[in-house]
């Protein structure tokens, strides 16, 4: 640790992802910061000044290995910012002792509007009718009536925690029937569950996928789940995009197997395969879920605060439930 102008031990944190004041100013007040943007500029950090790092505040979606976290032995506590976790090594923190926390119940609320959003405009076509009008077709004709509603619909969540309740409690008031599928049923909620997710999928003509990524649901929607979504199926994704099996759904959506898609995460971000940007059955936005200056603000205050909690001897405000988190 470095010492102030007290002469008080300012532990050392490494700022990993992208800059942002939101973050970095308030822990500068506490902390000696190290600021990497990229797992390439890891190897810019010396490492004498690696071995002194005891936090870490990772400030977007960067990839933290293992290549990564053994450049600093004394590594106590990572900060992620958003709610999934799945671009951190955990065995490796687990192993290690390493405290993971991460933001959330701060964005639930933004992550569902935007969910619902996405799936009215997908099964109403509102990207699409806007463009007719920029484009002056409406001055020739009116625009077509859209196969697409939410009326008599049935919609399946797969994945049943915060944003998924947030989300139901949406449809409810929007009367739509909703169903589940998550792997054990959730207490407290009136919802149908399925415990088999091909079942789930026969049984409704929308998917929500709010489930955290991970290997657990790599490639859990495959094309065995787009027959059974069937003709007029929407997929609304919103989680990760490893959950998709995207080649399958380029291809459900090419051959019509499914009606539409609305998709806010993909495979390989922010690269977005061609054939999707060409279809006009799919409404592709930029991993949005929860990006509104408030929301963010939340989240970025929640990384600092778990940081400074901990330093401060006490427990972190939001450790996930894999983390070695004992009690303090
Ligand atoms: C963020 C998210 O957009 O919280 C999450 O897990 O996916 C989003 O809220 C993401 O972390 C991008 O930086």
Redesign the pocket.
């Known amino acids: 640790m470095s010492a102030n102008v007290t002469g008080q031990a300012k532990p050392e944190i490494l700022v990993y992802g992208p800059a942002k004041p939101t973050i970095i100013d308030p822990l500068r007040e506490r902390f000696t910061l190290r600021m990497v943007e990229t797992s390439h500029d890891i190897d810019r950090l010396s490492r004498s000044v690696a071995e002194q790092i005891h936090g870490m505040a990772v400030t977007?979606?960067v990839p933290v290995e293992s290549d990564l976290l053994s450049h600093c032995p004394k590594l106590e506590i990572i900060a992620s910012?958003?709610?999934?976790y799945d671009h951190v090594d955990l065995g490796y923190a687990r192993e290690h002792g390493i405290i993971v926390t991460n933001?959330p119940v701060v964005?639930t609320e933004e992550?569902a509007d935007a969910a619902i959003g996405l799936l009215i405009c997908t099964a109403r076509e509102f990207i699409k009718a806007d463009r007719f009008v920029r484009s002056g077709e409406w001055l020739k004709k009116p625009y077509p009536l859209t196969r697409g509603t939410l009326r008599d619909r049935t919609v399946g969540i797969v994945g049943m925690g915060r944003i998924g309740r947030a989300i139901a409690r949406r449809l409810e008031a929007m009367r739509v029937p909703v169903v589940y599928h998550s792997r054990r049923p959730v207490e407290d909620v009136p919802y149908r569950y399925f415990g088999s997710l091909i079942d789930m999928a026969r049984a409704v003509d929308v998917l929500i996928v709010m489930t955290p990524g991970g290997l657990h649901t790599m490639k859990l929607i495959d094309a065995e789940i787009f027959s059974a979504l069937g003709p007029n199926g929407i997929l609304i994704n919103l989680s990760r995009g490893s959950v998709i099996d995207e080649a399958a759904l380029v291809a459900a959506l090419r051959n019509k197997t499914i009606m539409a898609a609305g998709l806010d995460?993909f495979a390989n971000e922010p690269h977005v395969p061609e054939e999707l940007r060409a279809m006009d059955n799919v409404v592709l936005l930029p991993?949005?879920?929860?990006?509104s200056v408030h929301t963010r603000a939340a989240?970025d205050h929640l990384v600092v605060e778990n940081l400074r909690a901990w330093f401060a001897g006490k427990p972190p405000l939001t450790p996930v439930p894999e983390t070695p988190f004992k009690g303090r």
């Not at 910012?81 to 999934?84: E, H, L, N, Q, S």
């Not at 991993?287 to 990006?291: D, F, N, Q, Y």
């Open positions: 977007g979606l910012f958003g709610v999934g933001t964005l992550t995460v991993h949005i879920g929860s990006a989240m």
